[in-house]
Every structure is written in structure tokens, then in C-alpha cells.
């Protein structure tokens, strides 16, 4: 059975990244976890490592597909190391997962087996969106128009693909928009691409301007990288 990487991008997580790590590392057939630290300023890399990652980290903050990118990186240098080159399956994973990141266990599943490129989580119990609503249905709406398929949550990045189907959807959108671009990308190229439900949750959107602030920069992301993709 091809063992599995988690790849965890965090930023200033300090607060949860050790019970995900912790989690992760008893998922069915994971034997790595490399934390990208994107330009934490907090206890990030050091939790991490002492919960059992591998922390790849740089100083200044690149955005999250630069993180996933350093971190699938990272887990193509463990493969060389540990497996001969043979390369491990990959399962991203947010960082504010806590505990719960021990339920991704059914998005390995179908990928290990062979019936899916790319698994996409569906949460059970979703959190409050707090306004993050408008993001997810531009998402939607732009994966519906290029491929006739709508997800019911197309922003979720907790995803578990294949190397090869990493690489066919490569180069990774800018930021945030790398879940929509991702998804689109691999569909059009014929790739089997599912959501699987699992019972997790992450920290619920607050309303302050931090956080209104945040989406925006999600909207923007998302809209950027379906101008490219979608034909009006």
C-alpha cells in the first residue's frame, strides 16, 4: 500500500497545531507530517516539532499555495530519502483541525484504493460561516460553469491526491484561490475527482475586521483564478 503524507500549510497556529499534528499521525497508513510554517511569528514550528512534524518554514508570508507547494517539496525529498523516489499519496490538511484531523481517515480511502484522484472533504457539521458565504458560492458557481459539476464545498482544503494528480494541477493558483483552481484544473483534465463526508471542524469565521479583511483576500484570490477558467 503507497503510505500517505500530511501536509499541513499553518500560520501562526501555535494554539491547535500540535493536536492536528498529533491527529494526523494516527491516520491509516500516514508515516509523515510536514508542517509549512508560512511565515509564522508564533510558536508554530516549535509546537509542531515537538508534536512529530517535519516543519519546512520561511520568514516572510507567501500565501497558502506557496506553503502547500513547500510542503508537497518537502514530502518528494522524504520520498527520495525513504521510499526510492516511489512517491507517497498527499492529504492537506488545515491547521486549525485539532483532534477532529484524526476523522480524515475516509478521504485516504478511496485515493489508496484507486477509485479517486483527488478526494474533497464535505463536513458533517459545518461551521458558522460568518460571511464567508459569499466566497463559497463564487467558488461554486465558477466550478459549475467550467466543468458542470458543483461541489458542495468547493473551498474545503482538506484534500487527499495523488502525486501525479498534484502535478497535473500544477502551477497552483495564487492563495486562496488554489482549492477552486485545483478542482477545476484536475476535472477538465479528466481526473476523478469525489467529496467524501467526514465528521471534522475547524475554527468557526468571526466578524470582525480581521476577519472581513480575510475574505476579502479569498474573494479576490477566488476570483482571480476563475477569471483564467471560467468563460462568462
Known amino acids: 500500500m503507497t503510505p500517505v503524507a500530511v501536509v499541513i ?3 501562526n497556529e501555535a494554539e491547535r497545531i500540535g493536536e492536528t499534528v498529533t491527529a494526523a499521525l494516527t491516520l491509516p497508513g ?13 510558536a508554530t514550528v516549535r509546537v509542531a516539532r515537538d508534536a512529530g512534524a517535519t516543519v519546512w518554514r520561511v520568514r516572510r508570508n507567501q500565501g497558502k499555495a506557496a506553503a502547500m507547494l513547500a510542503g508537497a517539496a518537502a ?11 516511489e512517491p507517497r499519496h498527499l492529504l492537506f490538511l488545515d491547521a486549525d483541525l485539532g483532534r477532529s484531523a484524526a476523522n480524515a481517515g475516509p478521504l485516504i480511502g478511496p485515493v489508496a484504493a484507486g477509485a479517486a484522484d483527488m478526494t474533497i472533504a464535505a463536513f458533517a457539521n459545518r461551521v458558522k460561516l ?8 463564487l467558488s461554486g458557481a465558477g466550478i459549475s460553469r467550467a466543468t458542470g459539476w458543483t461541489p458542495a464545498q468547493p473551498l474545503n482544503g482538506q ?24 478542482t477545476i484544473d484536475l476535472k477538465r483534465k479528466g481526473l476523478r475527482v469525489v467529496e467524501v463526508e467526514v465528521d471534522m471542524t475547524h475554527r468557526a469565521t468571526g ?18 483564478a476563475l477569471a483564467s477558467r471560467v468563460t462568462v
Open 9 to 11: 500549510p499553518a500560520y
Open 159 to 182: 484534500r487527499c491526491l495523488t502525486r501525479a494528480a498534484f502535478e497535473a494541477a500544477r502551477p497552483l493558483a495564487r492563495g486562496f484561490g488554489v482549492e477552486t483552481a485545483m
Open 207 to 224: 466578524t470582525d475586521l480581521a476577519a472581513q479583511l480575510h475574505r476579502a483576500r479569498q474573494f479576490a484570490d477566488v476570483a482571480r
Open 75 to 85: 514530502v518528494r525529498r522524504l520520498d527520495e530519502r525513504d521510499q526510492g523516489g
Open 130 to 137: 460568518g460571511g464567508h458565504g459569499f466566497v463559497v458560492r
Open 30 to 42: 500516514v508515516d509523515a507530517v510536514v508542517v509549512a510554517s508560512d511565515g509564522s511569528t508564533d
